[in-house]
């Protein structure tokens, strides 16, 4: 039997360099060169994979995700919404990765092809400008602010500083922009594999936080860089040698592996992430006295718990498509949010990252399909989330630049328990046995998943 959504998979990592070398692929294609997601050359071969496998998708619920994706992408010319960002700026992690990671003797070449990306990059915002979908002045402000110092962004930061900065919005959500709001429920239902309405998400959210407070802890944040990373790499251990055991069937030979994100990075990064690319859990040694130790240990098993997922499906010989391909990211920070829930003396109601959780479905919704004002938004997380107000305005600007994928946590976390309880009370097996038979076909959507743990 064909595997049309093999094929399709593999065909996808011959047009998209970037892709592939995130993959693992180390060949000329991934490491030479950088795919221009905005020029005409990519999206013609994009709209021929599109039509290629389209007559299979009825078949296959995950190929048919996916393309669903490429359909409304090109339907609602996305690309122009989201053309700059400020929050996990994609110029600074290139310049970062083609710095430190890529191999130096293509680096002649993979400019080149940033170089072109930088021109269509340009192009694109004249023709936004023209259709009024810009991106907000406050994104854009910070943008400059990341890229001002680095000479091979000059050209850019000239014609965004002059040109385009003056006519960026002064609003800042999804909502206000031409078909924003029927953008963001498609967004919600591809980041949740899922359909949930923004109302139900919203209500879900000021639900969850009417019992819950954050406690007042006194003298709990670190003093230095060096002492959070050191508890970063205590608590690590703990997650491998405690949680692991006690959960799952399957242990990494190793330790998890974390590093610091790099300084370049810092202001643009989330306090904590895992690069499957490079296999390593990123600490933010930036946010050091934002952190608490009392909450540390939920965002250390979180980005583990990346870590795991990844090393078990490599453990059990899943294939690369369904490791890299399949993408249901409510399932993948469901279930690091998830696994939260078994750290010693968890409090569902004063964890102050399930709070964050619990906030993002408010904040996220209110700013991009309700119009919140940046200052509503603020003043909402700080009234759950106090003295963390640097950590919050870079959350704010996630949801501003990412719309929806903060979603994905809180509402795959409560599908997966869901299914948790279900698997345990028809009595189908172990807490391990549920946690393996989640994790062994990759990333599924939830409609996949529940039919392979209830066969």
């Given at each position: 039997m064909v595997n049309y959504y093999k094929n399709y998979y593999e065909d996808n990592l011959k047009i998209d360099s970037q892709f592939s070398f995130f993959t693992g692929k180390r060949d000329k294609h991934a490491v030479a060169h950088y795919t221009n997601k905005l020029g005409n050359e990519y999206n013609k071969k994009l709209k021929k994979l599109y039509l290629k496998y389209l007559k299979y998708a009825s078949n296959d619920i995950e190929l048919k995700l996916d393309l669903e994706s490429i359909k409304k992408g090109f339907q609602y010319n996305l690309n122009l919404y989201f053309i700059i960002g400020s929050f996990e700026n994609e110029l600074m992690y290139f310049y970062n990765k083609n710095k430190n990671v890529y191999p130096k003797k293509y680096e002649k070449s993979r400019m080149n092809d940033f170089n072109k990306y930088i021109n269509s990059i340009i192009e694109k915002i004249k023709e936004g400008v023209k259709l009024k979908i810009t991106v907000p002045y406050i994104i854009c402000k910070k943008f400059l602010e990341q890229i001002e110092k680095i000479n091979k962004f000059k050209k850019l930061y000239?014609?965004?500083?002059?040109?385009?900065?003056p006519k960026c919005r002064k609003t800042i959500g999804l909502c206000h922009l031409k078909n924003g709001k029927t953008i963001y429920r498609f967004l919600i239902n591809k980041m949740l594999g899922m359909k949930k309405s923004p109302k139900?998400?919203?209500?879900?959210?000021?639900?969850?936080?009417?019992?819950?407070?954050?406690?007042?802890?006194?003298?709990?944040?670190?003093?230095?860089?060096e002492d959070f990373f050191e508890d970063c790499n205590?608590?690590?251990?703990?997650v491998y040698d405690v949680l692991i055991d006690k959960y799952f069937h399957y242990k990494p030979k190793t330790p998890f592996q974390i590093k610091t994100v790099p300084e370049s990075l810092e202001k643009s990064s989330s306090l904590a992430y895992y690069d499957p690319s490079e296999n390593?859990?990123?600490?933010?040694?930036?946010?050091?006295?934002?952190?608490?130790?009392?909450?540390?240990?939920?965002?250390?098993?979180?980005e583990c718990m990346h870590q795991y997922q990844y090393l078990f499906m490599k453990e059990y010989k899943l294939e690369q498509?369904?490791?890299?391909?399949?993408?249901?990211?409510?399932?993948?920070?469901g279930f690091a949010h998830y696994m939260e829930i078994y750290v010693d003396n968890y409090d569902d109601d004063s964890n102050e990252y399930t709070l964050l959780r619990k906030v993002r479905l408010v904040v996220d919704t209110g700013i991009n399909y309700y119009g919140w004002t940046y200052k509503k938004a603020l003043n909402f997380m700080n009234k759950y989330l106090p003295k963390r107000e640097k950590d919050n305005i870079n959350e704010i600007n996630r949801y501003?630049?990412?719309?929806t994928q903060a979603?994905?946590?809180?509402?795959?976390k409560y599908e997966i328990i869901k299914l948790r309880d279900k698997f345990l009370a028809q009595k189908r097996g172990t807490i391990k046995d549920f946690h393996h038979k989640?994790?062994?076909?990759?990333?599924?959507?939830?409609?996949?998943?529940?039919k392979q743990l209830f066969l």
């Open positions: 000239l014609f965004v500083k002059k040109f385009y900065l139900f998400i919203h209500n879900l959210g000021l639900k969850l936080l009417k019992n819950s407070k954050l406690k007042k802890i006194n003298n709990d944040n670190y003093k230095s860089r205590r608590i690590s251990m703990y390593n859990v990123y600490i933010n040694l930036y946010y050091y006295n934002v952190a608490t130790k009392s909450s540390i240990h939920s965002l250390l098993t979180h498509y369904q490791i890299f391909g399949y993408n249901n990211l409510a399932l993948i920070e501003i630049c990412i719309p979603l994905c946590y809180t509402i795959g989640l994790l062994i076909n990759g990333a599924i959507s939830f409609i996949n998943l529940e």
